[in-house]
């Protein structure tokens, strides 16, 4: 027996184990049934191969040869449906294809017609080999360019692909590329170049083909490889019982009425059986698994009961390792800066993913967990070492957190069904989370509410203080304004009456100076006190979006603005365009405004006292008021120190501050921040907060308010 007829039979082999298989475990999917086809091709192709090489005469070849070539029509045309349907381009090349199967079937019915050959003779010591026609050289040249077609055109969708895909793509190639070296190495031998020596070897291609391509299935569709090989030998002996069985007692009742009800009841029977073993066995390979999946689904029993998150997220992370046996295991969170990072920190594994990165938008649009290998392209970082499954936490359509899982301690791979109970079990998670955000978000509003009280307190007292100081004031300001009358009645008297003043003039030119700048510090002062006044009054309003005067809250604003800093040197601007009317909670508002009037004096203090300017410079700040139809426009605009570019996109960052520790300390006593500012803006008003910078030049502040009031809106 040659080389050439043990690889037609381990061809046979190899293709009819991966149809077996295929009809085992994935024959329902689409892309699985045109892959059947190319294998159920490609195993009649090398069937009537081995037929023709055991012909004992020209008429048995030339059958067997127009069935073999037969097989070689059917490979092209499911290699090239399965290739458009896997890169999904079914629709995009419908008129080719069908120009394409057209030409198919004529080159069917030139073959059927036996114009492919003229006749068979003994050649290489390996058969009959038939003379070729003209026709069958074109189909063979129409043939190889359509199966090169193909392979370009996985090879375009590669270059575009990444992760999975692109490492399917690759093994389609490869095998595609072997199963093309197979088919075509026998018409080398037709048209004259002896290849008998190598033509076994190179028959083989096609197997080395069919096992590319279940490598490929298995690897990167998943499958455990235990139950998918226990499906195909079940099946396999099934059906080659009911095969035999019904062979033999056709043979023994000479084909007989009882060989046809006995094939019809067994072929009934062998369904049944097929499907209830199937079920058995993957029942028993996966005890384990369940084992896992039922220990994971009493967990969330207790995920519920923990309110706290830390402590939430260690049981999580421990129910998880335990329950399927993996070496890692990390969950991510959401946190203020809306970035995922871990609650619990490690040195061996510590990542943060920012909330638009790839991966993200990817779990918020499938909200499935997901295989690392199918998502791999979108990290930057390549965790595959590490990293086997992404499970994303989501409740009410927002992702509150990500797990990332390790592999298995057993090296089994993660399955479909893994998958799908970790689904469920994200679900609980995702709320035992969401009820740990919220018993927090409760905790720091009742926090809040005490800071608030507790300020409420010591507004009153602030407030009884401010009274009884601004009484004082009164006395002080009317003894002042008495030395300065009752100095300039002495002088006038003296002067009528020609007396000498006993005083000399620079004691009176300075007792008038002193009680001048009396006068002025108890204005001064009176202003302050006035602001406090006002800013304890306002406190008093109820806490919820309504119209209110922007002249009011932005004179507020200014009057805190001077227990800090001497607005009285700044030239301050303020310009408002038709209304003057603002929606917003009015509290809120005025604390956002001195916040941004006190970083633009502080600012503008900066710069007059670290860098040398000429005496002609004048601080300014420029409060603008624009109304547009649906917003109002408010700038706050200075010509201070400015921003440097590095520190832009740190502003409204919690903690962050350009000052220098000893001005951060005293700097906040009476401002919220700037990351307060942001969020009462975007979260309380729905509005939007920006800026604009140039260090040593100025800074812009903008803020859009909307200006519908939402009624009954409380905060």
Known sequence: MSVFIISC????????????????????????????????????????????????????????????????????????????????????KKKQLIIYHLINIIFIIINLNSFFYKDFKLKYELGFWPTTTIYFNVYIVFWLSSCLYGIYLFYQK??????????????????????????????????????????????????????????AIIKYRFLNIKIALSQTGIFLTIYTFIMGSTIYIALKTNFGLPALLYLFVISSLGSIIHQYLQKKTTSFLLTQQQKHHHILSQATQNFVKEYNLEKLSQLILNEIKDAMEINFAKILLLNEEKNYSALIKDSIFNITIPSHHPIIN????NNKAVFYKKINHLFQDNLEKQVSVIIPLTFAGKLLGIILLGSKKNSIPF????????????????????????????????????????????????????????????????????????LNDFLESSKKNNRAIPLSPSFIKSLKEISQYLIDNVKRTD??????????????????????????????????????????????????????????VKIQLLEVFYTLI???????????????????????????????????????????????????????????????????????????????????ITEVHKGDISFESKYLEGTTFKINLPKKPLKNDHF
């Open 9 to 92: 039979i381990i061809n046979c082999l190899t293709c009819a184990t991966l149809v077996i298989f295929i009809l085992a475990t994935s024959f329902k999917k689409k892309i699985s049934q045109l892959f059947l086809l190319i294998s159920f091709s490609a195993f009649f192709f090398c069937l009537f191969q081995l037929f023709w090489q055991f012909a004992m005469n020209p008429e048995k070849a030339a059958l067997f040869w127009k069935l073999f070539t037969l097989g070689l029509f059917f490979i092209n045309i499911s290699f090239i449906n399965f290739t458009l349907a896997f890169l999904k381009l079914f629709k995009k």
């Open 158 to 215: 590669m270059k575009e692909k990444k992760g999975v895909e692109k490492e399917q793509i690759k093994f389609f190639i490869l095998g595609s590329l072997l199963g093309t070296i197979g088919g075509i190495c026998h018409c080398l031998m037709l048209w004259g170049l002896d290849l008998s020596l190598f033509l076994g070897y190179l028959n083989l291609s096609i197997s080395l083909y069919v096992g590319i391509m279940a490598y």
């Open 362 to 365: 990817y779990l918020e649009q």
């Open 415 to 486: 399955s479909t069904d893994d998958l799908k109970i970790l689904d469920i079990l994200a679900n609980q998670i995702a709320l035992a989370i969401h009820n740990c955000f919220i018993i927090k978000k409760n905790k720091s509003d009742h926090e809040q509410l005490l800071k608030i009280e507790k300020f409420s307190f010591i507004g009153e007292i602030a407030e009884g203080l401010a009274k009884q100081i601004k009484n004082n004031l009164n006395y002080f300001s009317l003894a002042s304004a008495e030395i300065q009358l009752d």
């Open 527 to 584: 202003a302050i006190l006035r602001g406090i006044l006002n800013y304890s009054k306002i406190k008093e309003i109820p806490n919820y979006i309504t119209n209110i005067s922007f002249d009011e809250v932005i004179n507020g604003a200014i009057d805190l603005a001077r227990i800090k800093h001497d607005i009285e040197k700044i030239d301050l601007k303020i310009n408002i365009e038709s209304s003057n009317i603002i929606c917003g």
């Open 598 to 680: 006190s970083n633009s004096c502080e600012a503008l203090e900066e710069k007059k006292s670290n860098y040398k300017l000429k005496k002609s410079f004048q601080p300014i700040i420029e409060i603008n008021l624009n109304q547009k139809e649906n917003l109002s426009l408010i700038t706050i605009k200075d010509n201070g120190i400015g921003i440097k570019n590095k520190d832009h996109h740190k502003i409204f960052a919690p903690y962050f501050s350009t000052k220098s520790s000893e001005k951060t300390s005293t700097s906040s006593e009476l401002g919220i921040g700037l990351y307060t500012v942001h969020k009462v």
